[in-house]
């Protein structure tokens, strides 16, 4: 998938909040840290760094949520990645998203407060969640 194409899926997945650009696919595609996983409709950029693995973001087009892409992306990536454990942010309001990574062993382990702003105004709790992948 090229930049824009990733930018398209996740302008369409993330109407809640700012969506990423192109030009910052572009950027974290360029770094040897990153990792792209793809499906037909969604895709997972993870980077790895020193044994860890962090989800940066996992975007489906909603014209494919519900339909196991996301679980295919999740066992995609952990099963590729050389990592000892593997970290990601989720916004606390994001229950489909939630239930996803718990399904897939994550568990939460801190958050941080008004971390993510709304489009709308206001903004919500960010959860960190962990879990072991060897």
Known sequence: MTPSELSQI???AFTM???????EFEELLRNKHTHLFTCTQGFALVQVIAGEAELLTISVHPDAQGKGAGGTLMSKWMSSVDADEAFLEVAADN??????YEAHGFAGVAHRSAYYARDLGGSVDAIIMRRALK
């Open 95 to 100: 229950h489909a998203a939630r239930h996803l």
């Open 17 to 23: 909040s700012r969506p990423w650009s192109a030009q």
């Open 10 to 12: 996740h302008s369409a």
